[in-house]
């Protein structure tokens, strides 16, 4: 099990739940509307929110952010050991640094205390972009070099005392980010963010993100995640909290299982799948319901559904845990549906 670490109000790794991360598109200092963007995140499900310092306006903004959320907010600082003590000293619960690139050893030291005095987090880590020449030269562009770099930047931090580190190793490739997170998870018991980075646009940024991720959750590893995705980042809290649904790390949700449809299917099953999916995608109830093409085979093949619906072109069966307990005609299928699941939704 990885160490727990306290960002804000919550705790990273050590067991906790794996905590949605997301990152604001918005200028930092422009308040209004980083403000506004984190609201959206936040009403999506983001619990750890990420903002930009690129100079002083920026992180003097973290204080006034910090009045109007309710999540923990960290300051992403780079080439600048004075804007990561401004950063802190602004209020932000955690800083994503990096020791390479802040300015030698007096800089370092001089953020390391600052983390110290102020007992925030920190993560560190190694993108395939900012991999430290050494190991680059040593063991070229691979899982080595990612991991050696990410854990010198935590030696780095730890020669001054900080303890509450969160470490990451991206890739935009899939199996390296895959094979860098296991070697990273064998040498370290740090709670680790993990990330696909670079991953592009919309759909393919979410299939990286769900083989990558799922593969490291499925291990349990990652303490922390983002789904980076080239688009509204309401859109990566969203595919964050399918997957860790999908992996069986949020369990608190209604499922829908519904088939393909084939050739046996004699009425609109599609169409309920949709909208069942849609009329139950705030529940926080865990419960199993299926919606299946055919009357032969739906109710066998959803065997272990709270409540499912099977059809033909004439009628539809009702069925709990693979058993009929109601045969319908078509034309009242949908209305004695959504009766028998309201019962179901509000028990
Ligand atoms: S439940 Fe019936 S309609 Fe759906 S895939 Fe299976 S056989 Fe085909």
Redesign the pocket.
Known sequence: MTKKVRVGDIFVGGGESVKIQSMCTTKTSDVGATLAQIGALEKAGCEIVRVSVLDEADALAIGKLKSGINIPIVADIHFSAALAVKAIESGCDKVRINPGNIGGERQIKLVADCIRAHEIAVRVGANTGSVEREFLKKYGKNEFSLVESALASVAALEKYGVEDIVVSVKASSVPLTVMAYRLLASKTDLPLHIGVTEAGTEKMAVIKSAAALGALLVDGIGDTLRVSITDDPVKEVWAAKALLRAVGADKNFADVIS????G??EWNSMALANEVSEYVKDCKKPLKIAV???V???PG?ASDCDIGI?GSEKYCVIFKKGEIVKKIPADRAREEFFGELNGLLND
């Open positions: 088939c393909p449809t084939c046996r299917c299946m093409g055919c032969v085979n739906g093949e099977a």
